[in-house]
C-alpha cells in the first residue's frame, strides 16, 4: 500500500509533555498539509509543505507547535507544552505538485491526540 | 469569505435506495474545486469525487454524483442504490486560488448517513 502513513494512530500524554507525530507521504507528492479535527467538526487547515519549504502557518498554529519537513519526504508536527484544548485528530494529506486547486488531497489515518 | 455549509447534521437511508447529501459553498474565486469524503468511525478521509467550477457536466464516480448547481453555489452528492458500509461520516471541502498558491482545503462540518438494512 502506498498511501499517506501517520504514525502513532493513538496517543495519550499528560499536559505539559511534548508530543511529536510523523506523516509519511505518497512518494511522488510534493504538497504536504497537516490540519487538525476536533469531535464534531470539519478539519481545519494548519500548515502547508511545498517540498521541504514551509509555506503557509495558519492562526491555529500557536508558537507550541511546530513542523518540519526536512528533505521534502516525511513530515514532523510537535506539539511543546501540551494542553487539553489540543485534544483532537490530527491528519495529515498529501498532492500532487501541479499548483493547481484542482489536485486532490489524499489523507492518512490521522493521529488521535489525548491530552489528559 | 470562503465558506462550506450542510445543513443536515445527520440522516437516515434505506439500504438499496439513493440518497442526497447537501452542500452549499461560498467564494467570490471564479476558480475552485468542490470535493466529497467520507470519513467512517475508523477517523480516515476517504476522497469520493471532484467537481471543478468550470466543468460543464457533473462529476460521477461509480454509486457517486455530484449534483453542481454553480448559480445556486451548490454541489449536493448523490449516493445511489445505499449499502450499509455507507455509513460514515461526508463531508464537503472546497479548495480555491484565493490568497495563492496553497489550495488549502476548507471543510464543512459534515453529515452523518446511517444506512439501515
Known amino acids: 500500500d502506498t498511501g499517506v502513513s501517520q504514525n502513532p494512530r493513538h496517543k495519550i500524554t499528560k499536559r505539559g509533555q511534548n508530543v511529536t507525530f510523523r506523516c509519511d507521504p505518497i512518494?511522488?507528492?510534493?504538497?504536504l498539509y497537516w490540519y487538525r479535527q476536533t469531535l464534531g467538526q470539519g478539519p481545519e487547515f494548519l500548515t502547508y509543505?511545498?517540498?521541504?519549504?514551509?509555506?503557509?502557518k495558519s492562526r491555529l498554529l500557536s508558537d507550541r507547535f511546530s513542523a518540519e519537513r526536512p528533505k521534502g519526504s516525511f513530515s514532523t508536527l510537535e506539539i511543546q507544552r501540551t494542553e487539553q484544548g489540543d485534544s483532537a485528530m490530527y491528519l495529515c494529506?498529501?498532492?500532487?505538485?501541479?499548483?493547481?486547486?484542482?489536485?486532490?488531497?489524499?489523507f492518512g489515518p490521522g493521529t488521535r491526540l489525548t491530552v489528559l | 469569505a470562503q465558506k462550506i455549509t450542510q445543513t443536515q447534521p445527520g440522516m437516515f437511508v434505506q439500504e438499496k435506495e439513493a440518497v442526497t447529501l447537501d452542500c452549499t459553498y461560498d467564494?467570490?474565486?471564479?476558480?475552485?474545486?468542490l470535493f466529497w469524503y467520507k470519513q467512517p468511525s475508523s477517523g480516515e478521509m476517504i476522497f469520493l469525487i471532484y467537481?471543478?467550477?468550470?466543468?460543464?457536466q457533473n462529476a460521477t464516480e461509480g454509486r457517486y454524483s455530484l449534483n453542481f448547481q454553480k448559480a445556486r453555489k451548490s454541489a449536493n452528492l448523490v449516493i445511489s442504490a445505499s449499502q450499509l458500509g455507507d455509513s460514515a461520516m461526508y463531508f464537503c471541502?472546497?479548495?480555491?486560488?484565493?490568497?495563492?498558491?496553497?489550495?488549502?482545503?476548507?471543510f464543512g462540518t459534515g453529515t452523518l448517513l446511517a444506512v439501515q438494512p
Open positions: 494529506a498529501s498532492s500532487p505538485n501541479s499548483r493547481s486547486y484542482t489536485d486532490t488531497q489524499y
Open positions: 512518494s511522488e507528492h510534493n504538497r
Open positions: 509543505f511545498q517540498n521541504e519549504a514551509q509555506l503557509e
Open positions: 467564494t467570490s474565486d471564479p476558480s475552485y474545486g
Open positions: 467537481q471543478g467550477s468550470y466543468d460543464q
Open positions: 471541502a472546497m479548495s480555491t486560488n484565493y490568497g495563492g498558491a496553497t489550495n488549502k482545503l476548507i
